[in-house]
């Protein structure tokens, strides 16, 4: 076993190291024995293959994650102008948090469990943010005392299952992996802590490595294999002090900044997962503070052609990138609103005082008051259940709300289709009496003639 673990690691340490040859036995060390010390002895024990895959899983991670923030560093360094480098007060910040959305595989993993878990937070903001939107929107328009209306499905449940103390799936697998649990131990207590919960399903086979959570987009099957092994991700001290003291510049800067990270994790017996859910939560509180924009892209097809839409791929996009709840949350609300002159526009054939549009834009009328007037009177008693609101600037409506009045309109135009029919006929009689009487005078006329 360890002949085949060596094997393995020499061709994972060349793709790191090959252009330093005096640190490769030392990474191999480090990628293949854990440092342990006891009594302040330091002593090498040897991984098993699957702990060193994981480790160096992690470094390339730590690799990765460490590069794309010195790029990023690098890029805003260039991009800010010379004269201003030194000035904090003229510091602006804009950021892109690109995310494809929820993750949904045939076999899905400790990778997708964590994607999907940052989408469910993200969802939350986006809930969040737009009830606070509207929150503004209510108050700016005198509405503040109807807020207490505004009521949004919020994924909550969905969240608690996830991170919520003590039997939130996260924090079981805190505990099973303190206490050196394994996969097997930890699927059998977020099965009995969680089997009441409705976002949270069990399988009809009892010895089948799967759990099921409902997330806001739909249903996702995890199977619960390496959970335990790659929620204690971490990387060696062993490795990191190797590439922290490698002669390359580039790389003594990047593994200098996760050799403190590291002792920094080490202080606070963090685990990756520990790390991402607290990154997640520095994000998502950052994000709470910003004046934030959503635009959810969706791509016709996977490839790169024009004039080709698969309905498949796009009903997929539909539903991970969470559109449909985003429509679900907008309907919740008072979706339809118009200003007073487009109110009015539509109904004023039904008000007392009727003028022409032209009329009403040369005298520059009060809408406001016109359709206040109108409501008033035109539709009295449409409005009981409050599904119509009066702004300072606008009309609030709900489905039902412009259902009741498209209604009085229908028979308002009904009604008025009927008064015309009346004077059509009423004039087409006028005018056949008339044709007939001058008819019969002109006949008249020639007979006197004839006479």
């Given at each position: 076993?360890?002949?085949?673990?060596?094997?393995k690691?020499?061709?994972?340490?060349?793709?790191?190291?090959?252009?330093?040859?005096?640190?490769?036995?030392?990474?191999?060390?480090?990628?293949?024995?854990k440092?342990?010390?006891?009594n302040?002895?330091?002593?090498?024990?040897?991984?098993?293959?699957?702990?060193c895959?994981?480790?160096?899983?992690?470094?390339?991670?730590?690799?990765?994650?460490?590069?794309f923030?010195?790029?990023?560093?690098?890029?805003?360094?260039?991009?800010?102008?010379?004269?201003?480098?030194?000035?904090?007060?003229?510091?602006?910040?804009?950021?892109l948090?690109?995310i494809?959305?929820?993750?949904?595989?045939?076999?899905?993993?400790?990778?997708?469990?964590?994607?999907?878990?940052?989408?469910?937070?993200?969802?939350?903001?986006?809930?969040q943010?737009v009830?606070?939107?509207?929150?503004?929107?209510?108050?700016?328009?005198?509405?503040?005392e109807?807020?207490?209306?505004?009521?949004?499905?919020?994924?909550?449940?969905?969240?608690?299952?996830?991170?919520?103390?003590p039997?939130?799936?996260?924090?079981?697998?805190?505990?099973i992996?303190?206490?050196?649990?394994?996969?097997?131990?930890?699927?059998?207590?977020i099965?009995?802590a969680?089997?009441n919960?409705?976002?949270?399903?069990?399988p009809?086979?009892?010895?089948?490595?799967?759990?099921?959570?409902?997330?806001?987009?739909?249903?996702?099957?995890?199977t619960?294999?390496?959970?335990?092994?790659k929620?204690?991700?971490?990387?060696?001290?062993?490795?990191?002090?190797?590439?922290?003291?490698?002669?390359d510049?580039?790389?003594?800067?990047?593994?200098?900044?996760t050799?403190?990270?590291?002792?920094?994790?080490?202080?606070?017996?963090?685990?990756?997962?520990?790390?991402?859910?607290?990154?997640i939560q520095i994000?998502?509180?950052?994000?709470?503070v910003?004046?934030?924009?959503?635009?959810?892209?969706?791509?016709?097809?996977?490839?790169?052609?024009?004039?080709?839409?698969?309905?498949?791929?796009?009903?997929?996009?539909?539903r991970?990138?969470?559109?449909?709840?985003?429509?679900?949350?907008?309907?919740?609300?008072?979706?339809?609103?118009?200003?007073?002159?487009?109110?009015?526009?539509r109904?004023?054939?039904?008000?007392?005082?009727f003028?022409?549009?032209?009329?009403?834009?040369?005298?520059?009328?009060?809408?406001?008051?016109?359709?206040?007037?109108?409501?008033?009177n035109?539709f009295?008693?449409?409005?009981?259940?409050?599904?119509?609101?009066?702004?300072?600037?606008?009309?609030?409506?709900?489905?039902?709300?412009?259902?009741?009045?498209?209604?009085i309109?229908?028979?308002?135009?009904?009604?008025?289709?009927?008064?015309?029919r009346?004077?059509?006929?009423?004039?087409i009689?006028?005018?056949?009496?008339?044709?007939?009487?001058?008819r019969?005078?002109?006949?008249?006329?020639?007979?006197?003639?004839?006479?």
């Amino acid at each position: 076993m360890i002949i085949l673990v060596k094997y393995k690691i020499k061709i994972y340490s060349n793709k790191y190291a090959n252009y330093q040859k005096q640190i490769k036995k030392a990474l191999q060390n480090g990628l293949t024995n854990k440092l342990r010390i006891i009594n302040k002895q330091e002593y090498l024990s040897p991984l098993n293959l699957q702990e060193c895959i994981n480790i160096k899983d992690t470094l390339s991670k730590y690799l990765y994650e460490k590069l794309f923030n010195w790029i990023v560093q690098k890029l805003n360094e260039n991009i800010t102008p010379t004269n201003q480098q030194n000035d904090k007060s003229l510091e602006g910040e804009i950021g892109l948090l690109d995310i494809y959305g929820f993750e949904v595989f045939k076999e899905n993993g400790f990778e997708q469990f964590f994607i999907n878990y940052t989408n469910e937070k993200l969802q939350q903001l986006y809930i969040q943010y737009v009830f606070k939107q509207e929150e503004q929107i209510f108050i700016n328009e005198g509405l503040k005392e109807f807020i207490q209306y505004l009521n949004f499905t919020d994924n909550k449940p969905i969240i608690n299952l996830l991170d919520q103390p003590p039997n939130g799936i996260f924090n079981i697998l805190d505990d099973i992996c303190q206490t050196k649990g394994n996969n097997e131990k930890f699927l059998n207590k977020i099965r009995q802590a969680n089997k009441n919960n409705k976002h949270f399903i069990t399988p009809k086979m009892a010895s089948k490595h799967t759990f099921t959570i409902v997330h806001s987009s739909k249903g996702v099957e995890y199977t619960v294999n390496n959970f335990t092994e790659k929620k204690q991700d971490s990387l060696q001290n062993l490795v990191v002090n190797t590439l922290a003291h490698s002669t390359d510049a580039l790389f003594k800067i990047i593994f200098q900044i996760t050799q403190d990270d590291f002792q920094q994790q080490q202080q606070k017996g963090k685990s990756l997962g520990s790390k991402f859910r607290n990154e997640i939560q520095i994000l998502i509180n950052q994000l709470m503070v910003c004046e934030c924009h959503f635009i959810r892209c969706i791509k016709p097809n996977d490839e790169k052609k024009k004039d080709l839409f698969k309905t498949t791929y796009l009903l997929d996009q539909v539903r991970s990138l969470g559109v449909l709840e985003s429509i679900k949350i907008g309907k919740q609300s008072f979706p339809i609103r118009k200003s007073y002159q487009q109110f009015y526009r539509r109904y004023a054939f039904a008000a007392k005082d009727f003028r022409s549009w032209q009329q009403m834009q040369e005298q520059n009328v009060d809408f406001y008051a016109l359709s206040k007037e109108l409501f008033q009177n035109i539709f009295k008693g449409t409005n009981q259940s409050g599904d119509i609101l009066l702004g300072k600037g606008k009309i609030f409506m709900q489905n039902k709300g412009l259902l009741e009045l498209e209604k009085i309109y229908e028979e308002k135009l009904i009604n008025l289709n009927k008064i015309a029919r009346k004077f059509q006929q009423a004039f087409i009689g006028f005018y056949l009496f008339i044709k007939l009487f001058y008819r019969l005078k002109t006949k008249n006329r020639h007979k006197q003639l004839k006479d």
